[in-house]
């Protein structure tokens, strides 16, 4: 493979100066950097190998790995590469939070585990007790605890008073990712009902705090996607103009052809002249029709522009009217109450007048029937002796009657 790999660069490197590229803008390219070192090993140690030194640079060999990198060219040729590429430069913050939330988290629940599970480990200096001859309490707990990891005595431990799944915080650090990302591989795992509470919280923790960069990843992903279909919607418009401008200058260049041609035969060469001028027509014709075509979009474009200004000249007149119809409205719903109240004061007032008269009339029959002088008479004052503007009792009568 390093043969084929090298004869793959050489030939590279044999046509860099076609695309316009120099030798040295070949050499510092990334990829081919990364061509250079894999090759490279392969060679130095053939060299060497007779020398003590081959051993030392078997190292090298280990450089040959960089040839996986290879891989990324295939982006030039893979839109969906490209795509994720994209998503993933526009997503570095939202990556950064992610990393920053799993960082406080693998700390945070670490140190929690740890010392929670460490809380559970035996006294082993009170394993002392002798469970069958020459075998102590504490024998048989190191014993289980080799052998299965689970004690009848308590939590398996270390010298040091440490969990065995868990000897230290950092050694936690794999089992918090593990159940903070929701995988679970299950080779390690508290075995206290307290670290067990502690995983709980781990999971439901890390579903809360890695999915909203997730979303955010996500949601640039689908901007970057969207993107790239504007782009080739573009791609495609720029592409179709350019092969209708391409099909008017052919039908031109065909003209012109037609009519530099001579030919022996006059028919023929009045044929030609006369397609020339029929496919200068069809050129002529075909200018024409773009031309009207983009004046008609720019006169849909005006036509739009009027008509939105329209709506809003008519949407304003619409809110003025209606805000003065209200203002209009206002007073005369006062007037409206205050007629209203008027007249229910005027029709209260002629209840009582009616009333009075009643019991006038009353009286009057009443004095008629005892054969007595009605009180009218005997307090009726002459139309001599009344004040002038004054007004008696029997015109108050025929007033309210």
């Excluded at 001579?262 to 050129?283: G, I, M, N, T, V």
């Excluded at 805000?323 to 006062?334: A, G, T």
Aim: glycine residues 6%.
């Amino acid at each position: 493979f390093s043969v084929i790999f090298t004869l793959e660069y050489v030939l590279r490197l044999l046509v860099c100066d076609i695309p316009g590229k120099t030798l040295w803008q070949f050499l510092k390219s990334p990829m081919n950097v990364v061509d250079l070192c894999a090759i490279l090993p392969f060679y130095v140690t053939l060299m060497m190998s007779s020398t003590n030194a081959a051993k030392a640079l078997s190292v090298i060999r280990t450089i040959r790995l960089v040839r996986l990198f290879r891989i990324f060219k295939l982006g030039r040729y893979s839109a969906g590469l490209k795509l994720m590429m994209v998503a993933m430069s526009n997503s570095m913050q939202a990556l950064g939070i992610l990393i920053f939330f799993l960082s406080v988290g693998c700390v945070l629940f670490s140190s929690l585990l740890f010392h929670v599970e460490k809380l559970h480990c035996p006294d082993t200096s009170k394993l002392v007790a002798e469970v069958q001859p020459g075998v102590t309490e504490l024998d048989d707990y190191l014993a289980q605890c080799r052998l299965t990891r689970v004690s009848t005595y308590g939590l398996c431990c270390n010298a040091n008073g440490a969990p065995y799944d868990f000897p230290t915080v950092i050694s936690a650090f794999w089992w918090t990712i593990v159940t903070m990302t929701t995988v679970g591989f299950g080779d390690v795992l508290p075995r206290t009902d307290a670290g067990k509470v502690i995983g709980t919280i781990t999971m439901l923790s890390g579903i809360l705090l890695l999915a909203l960069p997730i979303a955010l990843i996500g949601a640039k992903f689908q901007e970057a996607y969207e993107a790239e279909l504007g782009e080739a919607s573009g791609r495609k418009s720029s592409a179709k103009a350019k092969m209708d401008s391409a099909d008017r200058d052919l039908l031109l260049m065909i003209s012109n052809r037609l009519r530099l041609m001579r030919f022996s035969d006059k028919a023929l060469s009045h044929l030609a002249r006369d397609l020339a001028k029929d496919f200068e027509a069809a050129y002529d014709v075909d200018a024409d029709i773009k031309m009207f075509e983009a004046a008609e979009r720019e006169l849909q474009i005006k036509a739009l522009d009027r008509y939105t200004v329209i709506l809003d000249s008519f949407q304003r007149l619409s809110d003025k009217a209606l805000l003065q119809r209200d203002e209009l409205s206002k007073p005369r719903l006062d007037k409206v109450e205050a007629y209203s109240r008027e007249s229910d004061r005027v029709v209260s007032s002629a209840g009582q007048g009616a009333e009075v008269a009643a019991s006038v009339v009353g009286a009057e029959g009443f004095f008629r029937k005892v054969q007595l002088p009605s009180p009218h008479s005997a307090f009726e004052v002459s139309p001599v002796s009344r004040l002038p503007g004054a007004v008696g009792s029997e015109d108050v009568v025929e007033e309210i009657l």
